[in-house]
């Protein structure tokens, strides 16, 4: 037989599906096909990857080269893949993934919209590669970017390709990268340092983690490049400590890095050293500020300080540092590797390359995804997502974390880019994309980012820590029926003060989500202050669930569904819901398949 | 160089903070944490001000902002009177009952807080202050606890601190009168730790307590002007000197 | 009193160089090492790396991996990321707190289960999501929690 009976399957061990328990999957696999019989002229990989991205439909398993795609793969389903699809080149048909465009099912991910539409730059290797292997990130051309540099480019030019390529921070604000390395390179101080902030903190956004997990070696080519650009040669990676497979994956892969050289004293034969460390972070999402971060790295509490004087020129104890955030880190490579001029080919004028999202929300497929700078919000939602999840209609995305905004729908068809997202009042901050749906409450999500803005503030200064804690205690109010017709004014004002007195970056981006909700759904808000009632049928004081007796059917999946025994009736006899012991957990909404189950205003 | 403040032209040096300048000239700027021994706290934010640099204007806090070129300073446009009076609300709504807060509430004209309800008893603005001096004097038994909205100010397990030598430079710096310390009967309270309080050997008066006084003979070596309370230190300092002119 | 061996602490202390920066890492190993940050093993740290009691309090009270109260025997960590959190997560989390009778932050009379919520466990696609330990629930619904914390042992506020 042939050289392409070698086939490797690639079975998922981003988050989500490890979560949907995939390394089960894996394990059996593994298990079975070293029992089977496999002819001896077949080589099986076994691949245990990153992300590959459709979460929704975890846990997803590839086979290359014949570029099939399982999903939904359950551990009972291997038996049915190895005889079939391993050992006789069948296909399971219930194991494809059915494009809704197309109302059909596929063989390859490249036939659907949901991949077919995406761009894979920073992810080139997430879900592609074993995270573990160091030979596999080499021969899909991983570290030829570092051999280049070292040996065809000065400090400057490095300096100069970043610069051209217009590649802007991916941690939220968007500085332009180049010029930050630049600023540092001025510097006379040392020692410099380079810093890769893995904090990632924002609820709903699970980019860099994937990043770390499922190409760690990007990460760490990308800071080596960096030193060498700016003359440093200590690099720290602060990783969230949750994030323990990408501290495993990074502390393994930095290993192997010293050991074929491409760490440590003497780089590839050159006279440049540079080593990394990992730092765990504290669990505090203020230290994704950077001035925070450093203070963390330092043994310190996370507090950040005012950045009058920048940490290119006083950062990590109080020497010239440079901070970027895993995804710029990991887009260098690409970017010397593949020329300035091409990567600013990509994207829009001011925005180049492409962005990683973590789609997630109300949206059919929920995952991972990278696009284009300058792909608006529709085709992101509805093309790549799928549009809304059960049918039911879009209301706005947030974007930006707690930095950001909420989006409404006549906005949908803006580009994303910095410049974009920021005139709407929102950001693009690191890359969450949470879709919302007509049963999300506005209010309630500007109440839900500054709850947690009020717990992830470090208290440090007067504006954040009384201002968010004030703002709180108003959209409490409005959520629990208790808010005053001046309210909306207050938080407005309020919030203006929160957004240019703050000392850091979090207090001065805290008001976003109150801010935009404000803007585009102030008659959800006039609802819940002059009516008493919460449209979607969130705020628990300000909603009754009831059944509608014309459209229920008397099925009772309602009545099974609920945990309190709020529900009762007879067979084929409409069911009704006991007020008192309802618990409006919305159980039985998700449940009815008629539409029976409503919710009013409790006025 | 020279910049302006409000349209005073005001003489700076490269790297002084906005401040600084200002009062030096005579421009007020209201400001709790700042303390001029103790610079940079920068958590109060009463002291924000606008600076236009370049044609470009922004809210910055002046106690930290140093000057590096030409700028205008507008310490009092309605932007920041605007924003100033809401951070007095804020820390009215704090500490409602404060004399020094009811103070500038009144200076800027602002009612009553009626909207939100604070402690009673709070009075702590959580400036920073204490804890600085506390480091400072490289005692640091006193740090800031918590975080977000939960954040204060307070020993280790809210105990009587084993560090703590009772100096008081916390309540001294304390620009609201938070840190309750008493002294009575030849004792000091704070801290939920109590003091015995020495006499000046000179005046006779109360002047430290024995950890301090035992810490600075520590750090300083033993030295007589332990034993002395400020006033007589410098009288005897002063005596001693008058006493070598006449030789 | 804590009646503990805290001999591991040394261990853990001995790992590291007597350099501040070293000090979050230090209280992270203790918090895994002890489930918290025993009182006696902050002075352990403190007298290696000469750095006051006050700070270390500061450090143990500001991140929130690091805790000075014993958590219980099973660790709840409900996921209140905002894509579980428009899912419903509150609901979810009011549930565990009827059933086992405990707040977020706490843990039940007899140690057997503690509450926490943490912010986006980064497993969105199946949300709402929660974790017992080490294992994962995800597209939790209301109605499941009281079997999945009976899996636990019996329940304490259970009738027989």
Redesign the interface.
Known sequence: MSERDNRTVLVCCG??C????SLDVYEELKARISKTDIKVDVKTTIKATGCQGL??K?PMLRIEPDDIFYTCVKVSDVPEIVEKTLLNRQVVERLLYHEPSRNKKVLSPKETRFYGKQMKLALRNVGEIDPFSIEDYIFRGGYKALEKVLSEFSPDEVISEIEKSGLRGRGGAGFPTGRKWRQCARMKDSPRYVICNGDE??????MD??IMEGDPHSVIEGMAIGAYAVGSHEGFMYIR???FLAIRNMLHAIEQARERGFLGKNILGSDFDFDVQI????????CGESTALMA???????EP??K??RSVEKGLWGKPTVLNNVETWANIPVIINRGAEWFGSIGTEKSKGTKVF?L???VKN??LIEVPMGMTLRDIIFDIGGGIAEGRKFKAV?TG?PSGGCIPESLIDIPVDFDSLDRVGSMMGSG?M?V?DDR?CMVD?AR??LK????????????C??????ML??LNDICEGRG?PDDLE?LA??G??VK????CGLGKSAPNPVLTTLRYFKGEYLAHVNDKTCPAGVCKNLTVYYIDEALCKGCGLCR?????GAIEGQPRQPFAIDESKC?????CMDACRFGAVKTRGRA | MEIIIDGKKCEAQYGEYVLNVARRNGIQIPALCHYDALPGQATCRLCIVEVEEGGRKKVVTSCVFPVTGEMQVFTNSEKIQRMRKNIIRLLSARAPNNEFIKKLRQEYGLLPETRFSGDDKENCILCGLCVRACDETGISAISTVNRGIEKKVSTPFDEASEACIGCGACAFVCPTGAIKMLDENGIRHLWNKDFELVRCEKCGEYFATREHIEYMKKKYGEDKCCSFCEKCRKRIAGEKMAASYRK | MELQDFSHVRAILEHYPPERRFLLAILQDIQKHYNYIPRASLEMVRDYLDVPLSKLYSMATFYKALSLKPKGKHVIKVCDGTACHIKSSQVIIDEIKKVLNIVPGTTTGDGKFSLETVNCLGSCAVSPVMVIDDRFYGRVAPSMVRDILAEYGRLENERA
Request: proline share 4%.
């Open positions: 988050p989500g490890l979560s949907n328990h979460c929704e975890g903190g924002d609820p709903g956004a699970f983690r994937c400590d949750e994030y730092v765990r972070g504290g669990g505090a999402f203020v963390s790295i330092e043994g310190k509490v996370g300080r005012a009058y004087i973590s997630v929300g109300k929920t995952g947030q974390g969450g949470i919302m999300t999500v839900y980012y947690f803005l009020s717990e992830e503030s470090c208290g440090k200064c007067v504006p820590r009384e201002g968010i804690r004030r205690e108003i005053r207050t004002e309020l203006e003060t240019e007195a703050s000392l099974k569904s609920c945990p309190s618990i409006k957990c919305g159980s």
